[in-house]
């Protein structure tokens, strides 16, 4: 049974740091690429981070760009997303997602995948806030 369990938001202030992270069951991290994604209230869900471990390619929204890192432990079956100076503007739900290596890239994921139904496998989402 494939599982995508996410943990580590909170509150946080502006220019503070957060880690979040994705513990995936079912699959390998060697098959499937992982994204990151987040939906403020109110607001469209957005990609923000995609990875294809494999080939080791990432993509960033640009907002994100130089602040947030994804990065995987194979051996924990875990992918984690560091976010540091954070923003009142990252304040959302984030969520991880799972599809087949090799599908799309991962610009395309994260493009893509703002439509729940265009991946295959998601977990249930942390809340992320950045406000003093």
């Known amino acids: 049974q494939v599982q995508l369990v996410e943990s580590g938001g909170g509150l946080v202030q502006p220019g503070g740091s957060l880690t979040l992270s994705c513990v995936v069951s079912?699959?390998?991290?060697?098959?499937?690429?992982i994204g990151w994604f987040r939906q403020a209230p109110g607001k469209e869900r957005e990609g923000v981070s995609c990875m294809n471990s494999r080939d080791d390619l990432t993509y960033y929204r640009n907002s994100v760009k130089g602040r947030f890192t994804m990065l995987t432990d194979n051996a924990k079956n875990t992918v984690y997303l560091q976010m540091n100076s954070l923003k009142p503007e990252d304040t959302g739900v984030y969520y991880c997602a799972a599809n087949p290596q090799g599908s799309m890239t991962v610009q395309t994921m994260c493009i893509v995948g703002v439509h729940h139904d265009y991946l295959e496998f998601w977990g249930q989402g942390t809340l992320v806030t950045v406000s003093s």
């Open positions: 079912g699959f390998t991290l060697d098959t499937y690429a």
